[in-house]
């Protein structure tokens, strides 16, 4: 059994650095639809709305390469919708995984991987 600590800290957002801020910022919001809550132009820094937590895209000179150790994992009531959007960038169609929701695989203009899904009609409703 574990004991939660007093003082657990709670994810504020996941930072996304790239060096092609503008053009991050319009497909997170355009394509996979999340809210644009900050936007600070100068400083090549936004802040959107993903859920319970935040995607924070922030301009860099050089970001680093996209890493295979980690996805951005969204949950998504429209599977099918969320498809459509994406299909130029989804590397797989939405499938269903053994352990009972759809999913799919698509990759950001900066090459980073996003796994979307959709629980059962009936494990949550």
Known sequence: MTIPHPHQPSLFSVELRTARWADLVEWYRDVLG???LLRVVDDQYA???AGDT???IMG?????EPSGRWSLGFETPDLDAAYG????AATTPPRWHPEGFRELIAIDPDGNRLRLFSWAPNDHG
Request: hydrophobic residues 60%; positive net charge.
């Open 47 to 49: 802040l959107l709305d």
């Open 60 to 64: 860099r000179a050089a970001p680093g």
């Open 34 to 36: 999340l809210k644009v």
């Open 54 to 56: 935040r995607l924070a």
């Open 85 to 88: 959007r994406l299909a130029a």
